[in-house]
């Protein structure tokens, strides 16, 4: 990286966007950055937070620009489709937040753009970018455990966040924007077996009594293509102050020749204060007690942000200068992703196995 040869748009102000745009800023290679969000005195603040050259309360105005070689896609998840298209129309490579869409009719509109475009496209699921991920899939690829015959992978968070997330985009349920990681990191590691049947269930009442359609608990349990049987299970209904500042997980895959467990609970470095500790991804949120390590994305640490955003953002901006092969999620595999999650939640809503892929 001899050179700063990047113009970096990141479109959607919000939490995300914001790391992205200040990580992309630090980045040897970006030598332009222009930031947007369609609350222009959120783009406004941003742009003055990252020390953007360019802000506008305009999506198209950003990702147009003609200093502007790569676009991130920061906005709600309802909100992806159309400047996602836009950037690939212009050939402008992208890096959108996970799911890639919340319906399969948008994730199409996607593909069919990136395929009539021919341009580069992936989908940001994080967890891939968390060391003890990256390990498991560098055992997966010496072949260690084998032939995987089952597994597990199960993660809860408090409720706080979930309404956080629910006011943001009411569809964004627990399995469409958060189970969808570990449906990702499954196929990962199994790579070239895709999920054929889902039978799943779901239990109301927290959330239903707030208005909102969405569980509490989900179970699935998902049958690859081979035979393999994957158990998924999801709650974000835990208690407000339950200590998780973001995913508390557990991943297990059992093998014909091993056995991989990794706790992410995060049990293993808890801090308790008085002072109260501020919940980073709830404003005005605080907890006595933190499972640090917890936040999903990483954490700000002696100046500079460490977690698995931060490995995420820097190594796709480091794969636009240098070619190199990328872990990103490929946008066929989010497509996957997106209807494996859909099928859990019909699943649920029918007490009926559900198979895949979907008629459409």
């Known amino acids: 990286m001899k050179r700063k040869e990047l113009g970096i748009a990141v479109v959607g102000a919000g939490r995300i966007g914001t790391l992205r745009a200040r990580l992309a800023a630090r980045h040897p290679a970006v030598g332009f950055l222009a930031v947007s969000d369609l609350d222009k005195e959120r ?26 070689t790569a676009v991130f896609v920061s906005t709600p998840e309802g909100q992806h ?23 399969l009719k948008d994730a199409d509109d996607i593909l069919a753009t990136l395929k009539a475009s021919g341009g580069h496209l992936r989908v940001g699921y994080s967890r891939r970018f968390k060391e003890c991920f990256l390990r498991a899939k560098e055992q997966m690829l010496h072949g260690r455990l084998g032939k995987v015959v089952g597994g597990l992978a199960r993660v809860y968070n408090s409720r706080a966040q979930t309404f956080a997330i629910l006011k943001r985009d ?71 102050r339950y200590p998780t500042q973001g995913q508390s997980d557990r991943v297990e ?23 109260g500790i501020p919940h980073p991804y709830v404003p005005g949120h605080k907890v006595e007690m933190a499972f640090l390590g917890s936040n999903t994305a990483g954490d700000w640490a002696v100046g500079d942000f460490w ?15 240098t070619g190199n092969p990328t872990a990103h999620t490929t946008p066929e595999q989010a497509r996957i992703n997106l209807e494996t999650t859909i099928a859990i939640e019909r699943a649920v809503a029918t007490g009926q196995p559900v198979r895949l892929p979907l008629e459409t």
């Open 43 to 68: 783009a406004r603040a941003l742009a003055e937070q990252a020390g953007a050259d360019f802000h506008s309360g305009s999506n198209f105005e950003v990702i147009e620009r003609p200093e502007v």
């Open 81 to 103: 489709a159309a400047p996602v298209r836009r950037a690939l129309e212009l050939g402008k490579p992208v890096l959108v937040e996970k799911p890639i869409a919340l319906t």
């Open 170 to 240: 009411p569809h964004a349920t627990p399995v469409l924007d958060v189970l969808t990681y570990y449906v990702d990191l499954m196929c990962w590691f199994l790579e070239g077996n895709r999920p054929a049947e889902v039978v799943a269930r779901g239990q109301h009442g927290i959330f239903k009594e707030a208005g909102y359609g969405v569980h509490d608990v989900t179970w699935a349990i998902i049958t690859f293509g081979d035979g393999a049987v994957i158990n998924f299970g999801i709650s974000y209904a835990l208690p407000a």
């Open 253 to 275: 895959l059992l093998g014909t020749e091993g056995t991989m467990l990794i706790d992410d609970d995060h049990m293993d470095h808890v801090l308790y204060t008085e002072k």
């Open 307 to 321: 977690g698995p955003l931060g490995n995420e953002t820097r190594a796709w901006l480091d794969h636009l200068v």
